[in-house]
Nanobody, 126 residues
Framework: QVQLVESGGGLVQAGGSLRLSCAASGRTFSPYAMGWFRQAPGKEREFVAAIRWSGGSTYTGDSVKGRFTISRDNAKNTVTLQMTGLKPEDTAVYYC???????????????????WGQGTQVTVSS
């Protein structure tokens, strides 16, 4: 079992930056890939970014590419989402997720991930 807790959300003006963190606990010795998803009211859950256990490969959704960066520190059991150039359309609840090893890693597919955090609210004002 893995428990995930997000932090760092809040209110920011358009063009600003935020850094979200996800702290993992439990069976963190397993080589989980990690991802970030977001969901705005009335919209489908959207893939944001993902990172392999090694940190050597990252994936970013088209809507945030060039603005958001995902990273991880396995020694500290944390994953970070650095968000810059924030836009009002980035407003959403952001969720951290963990994916166990599999034959394929479908980074942008929510079903890939077994464990989810409770989410942290990000609000970008215009």
């Amino acid at each position: 079992q893995v428990q995930l807790v997000e932090s760092g959300g809040g209110l920011v003006q358009a063009g600003g930056s935020l850094r979200l963190s996800c702290a993992a606990s439990g069976r963190t010795f397993s080589p989980y890939a990690m991802g970030w998803f977001r969901q705005a009211p009335g919209k489908e859950r959207e893939f944001v970014a993902a990172i392999r256990w090694s940190g050597g490969s990252t994936y970013t959704g088209d809507s945030v590419k060039g603005r958001f960066t995902i990273s991880r520190d396995n020694a500290k059991n944390t994953v970070t989402l650095q968000m810059t150039g924030l836009k009002p359309e980035d407003t959403a609840v952001y969720y951290c997720a963990a994916a166990p090893p599999g034959l394929y890693f479908l980074a942008a597919t929510s079903g890939t991930y077994k464990y989810w955090g409770q989410g942290t609210q990000v609000t970008v004002s215009s």
